[in-house]
C-alpha cells in the first residue's frame, strides 16, 4: 500500500533489467507484465521506471516476444509457485537429528519452471501489450505549440525502435498507425525551448528517422510510407528531405539519410524524393528548378556527403546512388556537381581501408561500392554527345585513375560486388576514345587475366564487358595478343559474347589474323 516503496522497488527491478543475464528470470516470474502494468497506471512517477526498464527489456529478441504473452507466463508462474508451496508443506515436518548422520543437502527454494516464457506458444498472443510500450507511450499534445513529454516519448520510441528490428512487429506497429505518429514527430517545434529541449527533440527526431528507416526496408510497409490521409508533402518523404536539410544535428542527419535510402528502393518514393521541396534562398517551391531539373532530395544528400561528418557519408551515398538508378536521377545527380565530387571521396585511403577489410558491410566498403554505383549509372543516359562530356570531365578529375586502381588491388578481389561494379564503371567510361587511351596508358590489358580469372561469376563479367569496348582500339588490341588474353580459358558461358565482340574487333587488324589460325587456337580458350 505504500507508494514509496512500490516505486523503490520498481526501480531495483528496473536496474536489475539493465543485465542482460537478468531478464529471462524477470520475465519469468512476472516482472515484465508488471512494468506492462504500470505503464497504463495513473502514477507518473511509476509508468516512467516502468518505461525505463521496457527499455532494457526490449533489447532481447527472446523478451520481445515474451512482451504478448507476458500476463498469461505471470499468471503460469504464480501457479508453478503455488504447487512448490502445497508440495512443501504435504511433507510435514523434517525428522530430528541423530548423531553420526550426515546433513541432507538443503532442498533449492520454490521457483518457477525454467525458461518458461520459451514455451509460451501455448498462450494467447496480446498485441495490447505491444501497444501499451510503444505507441501507448508516443502522446502527443492537443495543440502543435504546447510541449510533450519529451522523456516518456523518447523512452517509447527507443522501445519502439528495438520491435522495429523483427518483422512481425513492423507490420503491427503499423497496423496502430505508428508512421503517421513518426512522421509528425519529424518536424516538431514549441515555444520557450530551453537547451535541455533542444536536446531532446534531436533525440526524438533522431528515433523517429531510425524507426522510420526500419519500417522502410519492408518491402510491402513501403507504400504505407507513401500513401495515408494523415501525411501531406509526399508522405514520410517531404518531412524527412527537410529535417536532413535543416537539422544541424548530425545524428539526426544520419537517420534521415537511411530512411531516404530505404524509401529509394521504391521506384515510386525515388520520383517523390526528386520532386519534393527544394531549399531555396528566397522562397519554397515545388518541380523543376530553373534549369528543368528535378533535384529534391538530391541536393541535401549531396551536401552532407561533402560538408557533414564521416558517418554521414556512406548513408547519403547509399541513397544517391538507388536515386540515380532511373534517368531522371541521374540528370540531378550529374546536373548537382556530384559526379564530379566522387573523386575526392573514393581516395586512395578509403581504396585501401576497404581492400583490408574482411567484412562487405564495412564503411569503406560501402563507401567505394555506392560511388562506384553512383558512376556506372549516371554514365549509362542515352544521349551520347553529352556524356562524352561528362566522361571526360570525371576522367580528368581523376576518377578513371581511382578506379584503375581498385582494379589493381588484389584485397579488393574478396569484394565481388565493389570490383563488378567497378569494372562496370571503366566500361561506361572507356565508351569514349580519349578515356580508351588513357586506360590503355594506364596498363589495364595485364590485368584482365587476373579479372578474368576471378572465382566471382559477376566479375569475370564485368571484365568481359570491359574487353569488349575496350578492343574497340588497336593498341588495345595489339595489347590483347601481347600478354596472350585471348589464350585465357573460358569459364563463364555468360560472358561469351562480349568475348566474341572482341574478337571481332580484334580480327579487324591483318597482323593480329594469324592468331586465330588452327595452330595458334586451343580447345577452351578464348580463340579456340
Not at 503491427?172 to 518536424?187: A, F, N, V, Y
Not at 572507356?430 to 590489358?445: G, N, P, S
Request: charged share 25%.
Amino acid at each position: 500500500k505504500s507508494v514509496e516503496l512500490h516505486i523503490a522497488v520498481t526501480e531495483v527491478l528496473e536496474r536489475i533489467a539493465k543485465e542482460e543475464t537478468n531478464r529471462p528470470e524477470l520475465t519469468e516470474r512476472g516482472a515484465l507484465a508488471m512494468f506492462l502494468d504500470l505503464l497504463v497506471g495513473k502514477n507518473l512517477e511509476l509508468k516512467s521506471v516502468a518505461a525505463t526498464a521496457m527499455q532494457w527489456m526490449s533489447e532481447d529478441v527472446v523478451t520481445r516476444q515474451a512482451v504478448y504473452r507476458a500476463h498469461d507466463i505471470a499468471t503460469a508462474c504464480k501457479q508453478h509457485v503455488e504447487m512448490d508451496k502445497n508440495a512443501t508443506l504435504e511433507r510435514g515436518p523434517s525428522p530430528p537429528r541423530q548423531r553420526g548422520i550426515p546433513e541432507p543437502p538443503i532442498s533449492p527454494p520454490p521457483s518457477p519452471v525454467a525458461h518458461l516464457y520459451s514455451h509460451s506458444a501455448q498462450f494467447e498472443k496480446n498485441l495490447q501489450n505491444l501497444e501499451r510500450c510503444t505507441v501507448g507511450l508516443l502522446a502527443l499534445p492537443k495543440r502543435p505549440k504546447d510541449k510533450p513529454d519529451l522523456e516518456t516519448i523518447n523512452k517509447g520510441l527507443c522501445v519502439l525502435g528495438h520491435f522495429a528490428d523483427d518483422c512481425i512487429a513492423r507490420h503491427e506497429l503499423c497496423d496502430m498507425g505508428s508512421i503517421p505518429i513518426l512522421t509528425t514527430m519529424l518536424p516538431m517545434e514549441f515555444d520557450d525551448q530551453t537547451p535541455e529541449d533542444n536536446a531532446g527533440l534531436d533525440l526524438m527526431k533522431e528515433r523517429s528517422a531510425s524507426s522510420l528507416s526500419k519500417v522502410g526496408s519492408e518491402l510491402t510497409l513501403r507504400p504505407l510510407m507513401r500513401v495515408s490521409p494523415e501525411m501531406k508533402d509526399f508522405g514520410c518523404v517531404g518531412p524527412l528531405t527537410k529535417l536532413l536539410d535543416t537539422s544541424t544535428n548530425p545524428a539526426v542527419r544520419t537517420e534521415c539519410a537511411k530512411a531516404l535510402g530505404n524509401l529509394a528502393l521504391d521506384g515510386q518514393s525515388r520520383l517523390d524524393m526528386l520532386q519534393v521541396w527544394n531549399h531555396q534562398p528566397v522562397h519554397q517551391v515545388y518541380g523543376p528548378d530553373p534549369d528543368h531539373i528535378l533535384y529534391g532530395a538530391v541536393k541535401p544528400l549531396s551536401l552532407r556527403t561533402h560538408d557533414g561528418e564521416e558517418r554521414e557519408i556512406a548513408p547519403c551515398l547509399q541513397a544517391l546512388a538507388r536515386i540515380c538508378s532511373q534517368p531522371v536521377g541521374c540528370d540531378a545527380v550529374i546536373g548537382n556537381g556530384m559526379l564530379n565530387r566522387l573523386a575526392e571521396l573514393i581516395t586512395p585511403e578509403r581504396i585501401e581501408a576497404a581492400a583490408e577489410a574482411r567484412d562487405k558491410t564495412d564503411v569503406a566498403v560501402q563507401i567505394v561500392r555506392d560511388a562506384a554505383n553512383i558512376t556506372a549509372n549516371c554514365l549509362t543516359r542515352p544521349l551520347p554527345a553529352e556524356n562524352d562530356a561528362v566522361r571526360d570531365l570525371f576522367s580528368d578529375l581523376g576518377g578513371l585513375n581511382l578506379f584503375m586502381d581498385i582494379a589493381r588491388s588484389d584485397g579488393m578481389m574478396k569484394h565481388a560486388e565493389v570490383m563488378s561494379t567497378s569494372l562496370s564503371a571503366i566500361m561506361q567510361l572507356v565508351e569514349t576514345a580519349t578515356c580508351r587511351r588513357k586506360l590503355i596508358e594506364l596498363d589495364f590489358v595485364p590485368e584482365i587475366p587476373k579479372l578474368a580469372g576471378s572465382e566471382s561469376k559477376v566479375v569475370r563479367i564485368a571484365a568481359a564487358y570491359t574487353m569488349g569496348t575496350l578492343a574497340y582500339d588497336q593498341p588495345a588490341r595489339e595489347q590483347m595478343i601481347e600478354y596472350k588474353v585471348l589464350a585465357q580459358p573460358i569459364s563463364n558461358p555468360d560472358s561469351t559474347f562480349h568475348v566474341v565482340s572482341c574478337l571481332c574487333h580484334c580480327q579487324r587488324h591483318l597482323s593480329i589474323k594469324p592468331h586465330f589460325s588452327d595452330k595458334e587456337r586451343t580447345e577452351g580458350s578464348l580463340t579456340g
